[in-house]
Nanobody, 122 residues
Framework: VQLQASGGGLVQAGGSLRLSCAAS????????MGWFRQAPGKEREFVSA????????YYADSVKGRFTISRDNAKKMLFLQMNSLKPEDTAVYYC????????????????WGRGTQVTVSS
């Protein structure tokens, strides 16, 4: 499985970005997907996840109400709309395919993209 995240960049606090993740696997629509992030010197943390159909979504408390995850199975794409960005959202963002278990732990994801840098200036 190849996952390629894109859409990161430099934005001022309060701004918005939309991350995209393109998947090469034919069975993309069969798997739940997630977004994680890792800031310098910190552990990778859960941001958001979505089930295979898009009918259920999950968010970290820190991004709830500001970020929206979505997917387009026909195009094999995963998205993360990020609004009201804060400096503490600065991190490398990764998309990943969930293999099973809880949505919130990175250990339950078996395929990872390379990541895209998001920098929010104050």
């Amino acid at each position: 499985v190849q996952l390629q995240a894109s859409g990161g960049g430099l934005v001022q606090a309060g701004g918005s970005l939309r991350l995209s993740c393109a998947a090469s696997v034919r069975t993309f629509g069969s798997y739940a997907m997630g977004w994680f992030r890792q800031a310098p010197g910190k552990e990778r943390e859960f941001v958001s996840a979505i089930n295979w159909s898009g009918s259920s979504t999950y968010y970290a408390d820190s991004v709830k109400g500001r970020f929206t995850i979505s997917r387009d199975n026909a195009k094999k794409m995963l998205f993360l709309q990020m609004n009201s960005l804060k400096p503490e959202d600065t991190a490398v963002y990764y998309c990943a395919r969930r293999s099973g278990g809880t949505y919130y732990s990175s250990t339950e994801y078996d395929s990872w993209g390379r990541g895209t840098q998001v920098t929010v200036s104050s």
